[in-house]
């Protein structure tokens, strides 16, 4: 019978993951990869259809994945399916846990935006006095942010913005389309700074942890990885006080088995590393462990058409690419309405506009398809939640998934904070795409269900002290200090930024730690 | 059968041997069955990894079978009908939202819908129905397309994806009317009609299909051995 201890144990193999599988195996560390879903076999598990051919016209199974708003029939068989996976949230609070098991995770399906956070976001606090400030600063992450940027190849322009951090870009020098110019010259009118959107290439145009992290990894030869097995628990050595052993159960045969450790680094998204550690009852000696979710509010924005690019006008010069207007609320001045900040995507394109922004329809819906073909300018906020103790998950006893293990309960809701946010950014982009001559065609003020955005953050946030926070500014569980949890779970605040490079650079960081304190012997 | 089960098998055939033969003469001594044949490239599994794809084309069902039940009353699909020939009418070689098949394929779709899906779409096609017979004392199936604008375009509205009008009938007006573009527009009538046009089938994306899916079934139960976090 095997009986190994590994050196260190992954679980999860998504950017966290994989990225501290890359790091630990170049030092020369073994590592055992687990993952909870299957290897994708693109060639094998896909195929081009037109909806026509799908069962349900594309309109997708009616019933499935109803809080995965992305979703569709093509796509629907990569989402985890809650009725196999289950959780629970009060009706009137609903929450979008967007989840993907594949080997990957949600890696595979990542829109590439790549931004850095600030010190309005490590250092919150000490600018606004809300909340906590997070035990790092920009200083300590830039030199991982400048690795990770390389390794995603970021492309994008350097703004100069404190609140908007630069990096190691590869430089874009795309110009800017017709009415991109004309929406900027607008904004700046109100001192509104917009730049280019800030974008990883990867590698063909996938910039996921199956090809970017995990190759490397398995080259060094000290990776081996289990796919399709599901962690039910961590349990400790009652001699030595540390994490030794995960229980795990075959997803397809369901066989229950162990394998022990020497180091657990927990890398299975947000919330299932943080199920994982409640269901272990582990690691939790603050009782933070679970509270302070957090994520950002996206869904309030608006549509407008470009007068110029209508009746057959439009053009790339005139209509083409995206861009971002970083956070500008909050920074040298005050809001009276809400804490912290967003910011706008803004896009075009030569595209026909969804006949939802007309309100009529046959033949005069038709010709107005026609007329406003190319025009379509849209906006779409992204929202910094604040982290509050009370938004938090508990385990639910009462509900399993399929394979018997107790599921979390989400408790959580915005507040007016991000109400009034979402309805500054909506009012005050209509303004400038209004004085640049832009026709408004749709807007919403209201976000989307907490957790849409797929940055659920939190929950075993890190902190100098053991009695506020899960882990210190290493990642490290202040408890158990062979016990590593990478993701996004670390987060203190949100920020407005899509997480996943600051998410990238703090595993690299923790990864970097944690191979010098095996050398040193101190894990 | 493994090896152990084979010598089982022969010895238990002779054993018996004399008996049968005491009994039956005639009857030739009992042979072993063969052993099984392992997997592989048997003469059929080779025809079929050498046969070539037939023929079958992309065909639907539903592009030229007619459902043999419906869910809706045939008052509510008289409504549907209506409406489908109001909202989306053929234009420009493509078929319109009946050529398209679309209020079958809607009525398949509500059928299978969760019930606050249903009673949205239910309710609303009868209240539609009953303003029609309020204000024109007809049915809504047997309106002008004057009549019928005077009791829609009201209720028209512009919205942003994932965020359709919250009041009810409002909703289902606006759903009704994107779900009815989208099931003519996603139909294989669209399809060839966009062909012979010399263009592309619209909406065509990389389907994935069941990774390895997993066996877990209704009233399937788990192994019952204590596991480690039980014990």
Redesign the interface.
């Given at each position: 019978m095997a009986d190994e201890t590994v050196d260190v144990l992954i679980i999860g193999s998504g950017h966290s993951g994989g990225m501290a599988a890359k790091i630990l195996t170049q030092k020369g560390i073994s590592c055992l990869m687990l993952n909870a879903?299957?290897v994708?076999?693109v060639p094998r598990?896909?195929?081009?259809?037109?909806?026509?051919?799908?069962p349900?016209?594309?309109?997708k199974?009616?019933?499935q994945l109803?809080h995965v708003?992305q979703s569709n029939?093509?796509?629907?068989?990569?989402w985890v399916d809650e009725k196999?996976v289950p959780y629970t949230h009060d009706p009137q609070k609903p929450y979008n846990w967007v989840r993907v098991r594949?080997f990957g995770g949600r890696s595979l399906f990542w829109s590439r935006a790549s931004f850095r956070l600030s010190d309005y976001e490590f250092k919150a606090k000490t600018h606004d006095g809300y909340g906590d400030d997070w035990p790092i600063s920009h200083a300590d992450l830039a030199p991982y942010y400048a690795r990770v940027e390389g390794i995603f190849r970021v492309q994008g322009e350097l703004a100069n913005l404190p609140q908007f951090p630069d990096g190691n870009f590869i430089p874009d020098t795309d110009p800017w389309c017709g009415s991109m110019q004309r929406f900027r010259a607008s904004a700046a009118k109100r001192n509104i700074p917009i730049s280019k959107q800030r974008t990883s290439l990867g590698l063909d145009g996938l910039a996921s942890s199956v090809n970017l992290l995990l190759p490397d990894a398995f080259a060094t030869g000290k990776l081996r990885a289990i796919p399709?097995v599901i962690v039910?628990?961590l349990?400790v050595d009652k001699s030595t006080g540390l994490v030794n052993?995960a229980?795990f159960?075959d997803?397809?045969?369901?066989?229950?088995m162990?394998v022990k450790a020497r180091v657990v680094v927990l890398a299975a998204g947000t919330l299932e590393s943080t199920r994982l550690l409640l269901?272990?009852q582990l690691a939790n000696s603050s009782g933070v462990m679970g509270h302070y979710l957090i994520d950002q509010i996206y869904?309030a924005?608006?549509?407008c058409s470009v007068p110029e690019a209508r009746n057959g006008r439009s053009t790339e010069q005139l209509m083409s690419g995206s861009a971002i207007i970083p956070r500008f609320r909050n920074i040298s001045s005050r809001e009276s309405k809400f804490l912290r900040g967003y910011a706008l995507n803004v896009w075009s394109g030569t595209g026909g506009i969804?006949?939802?922004?007309?309100?009529?329809?046959?033949?005069e819906l038709?010709q107005k398809l026609e007329t406003y073909h190319g025009s379509g300018f849209s906006t779409g906020i992204m929202g910094e939640v604040l982290a509050r103790r009370e938004n938090h998950v508990r385990i639910s006893k009462d509900v399993v998934d399929?394979?018997?293990i107790p599921s979390l309960h989400i408790e959580t809701n915005y507040t007016d904070n991000e109400f009034n946010m979402a309805r500054d950014a909506v009012d005050t982009g209509m303004q400038i795409a209004e004085d640049a001559g832009f026709e408004i065609?749709?807007?919403?003020y209201?976000p989307?269900p907490p957790g849409?955005s797929i940055h659920e953050l939190g929950t075993c946030r890190m902190g100098d002290d053991p009695k506020s926070s899960v882990l210190n500014k290493w990642n490290q569980s202040h408890d158990l200090k062979n016990l590593f949890v990478i993701d996004g779970s670390s987060f203190v605040s949100a920020g407005w930024q899509n997480p996943t490079m600051t998410i990238s650079a703090l595993a690299m960081r923790a990864a970097d730690y944690l191979a010098e304190q095996m050398r040193l012997g101190n894990v | 059968m493994q090896r152990r089960d084979f010598v089982k098998a022969i010895l238990a055939a002779t054993a018996a041997a004399p008996a049968a033969l005491a009994q039956q003469q005639a009857v030739p001594a009992a042979t072993p069955p063969p052993p099984p044949t392992a997997p592989g490239p048997v003469p059929w599994m080779r025809g079929l990894m050498e046969a070539k794809q037939l023929p079958i084309g992309l065909l639907v069902a539903d592009s030229l079978a007619r459902p043999d039940a419906r869910y809706l009353s045939d008052r509510q699909f008289a409504t549907l009908r209506h409406l489908c020939e109001i909202f989306q009418p053929s234009s420009k070689g493509y078929p319109g939202a009946l050529e398209a098949g679309t209020p079958e394929f809607l009525d398949f779709l509500i059928s299978a819908s969760p019930a606050d899906r249903q009673h949205s779409f239910q309710s609303g096609l009868d209240r539609l129905d009953s303003e029609a017979q309020q204000h024109f004392s007809t049915a809504f199936a047997s309106t002008s397309p004057q009549q019928a604008d005077q009791l829609i375009r009201p209720w028209l509205r512009t919205w942003m994806s994932d965020h359709p009008p919250a009041e009810p009938y409002e909703n289902f007006i606006n759903l009704i009317h994107h779900d009815i573009r989208t099931a003519t527009e996603n139909s294989q009538a669209w399809s060839d009609a966009a062909h012979r046009a010399g263009k592309q089938t619209p909406n065509v994306d990389l389907y994935w299909y069941a990774t390895d899916p997993d066996l877990h079934r209704e009233g399937h139960s788990l192994p019952q051995i204590q596991n480690h976090a039980k014990a």
């Open positions: 879903g299957p994708a076999d598990d896909t195929a081009v259809k037109a909806a026509y051919e799908l349900y016209r594309g309109f199974q009616p019933g109803p708003f029939e093509f796509n629907a068989n990569t196999e594949l399709n039910r628990s349990t052993e229980h159960v997803r397809l045969t369901r066989r229950e162990s269901n272990s869904g924005g608006f549509a969804e006949p939802r922004n007309f309100a009529t329809y046959g033949a038709q399929a394979w018997g065609l749709t807007k919403n209201d989307n849409y | -």
